[in-house]
């Protein structure tokens, strides 16, 4: 198994500590270049994972919804992936925007 799926893995770990390192990660493996990029929204089907873990955030502390934010935003960068694919991560963001959260 790859590094990025252990990471994917990890995205449905019960401790939100652990959630967020992943998170975190991926953020840092899609910003680094388009390749890898790719490689999480292609292989990995990271769009398609992050669409049912963001389906239900209570419970998350700030910084874990700062890091998806960040990764989404990572994920979205030119070249842009389809708008179909990435509609899914609306309602997320929407909630994000409407925090009281200076970083978002």
């Known amino acids: ?3 990025e799926q252990i990471a994917m893995n990890l995205l449905d770990h019960p401790d939100a500590n652990v959630k967020d390192i992943a998170v975190y ?3 840092n493996v899609a910003g680094d270049c ?3 990029r790719d490689l999480l929204v ?3 089907k990271i769009l398609e994972k992050l669409d049912g873990m963001l389906k239900d955030t209570s419970g998350w502390e700030m910084e874990l919804i700062d890091d998806v ?3 989404i935003s990572n994920l979205t960068k030119k070249p842009y992936q389809p708008f179909e ?3 899914c ?3 997320f963001l929407q909630f994000a925007i409407n925090l009281e959260n200076k970083d978002v």
Do not use: G, S
């Open 1 to 3: 198994m790859r590094v």
């Open 25 to 27: 990660f991926l953020a």
């Open 34 to 36: 388009i390749e890898y």
């Open 42 to 44: 292609k292989e990995c």
């Open 69 to 71: 934010c960040w990764l």
């Open 85 to 87: 694919d990435v509609c």
């Open 89 to 91: 991560l609306l309602p």
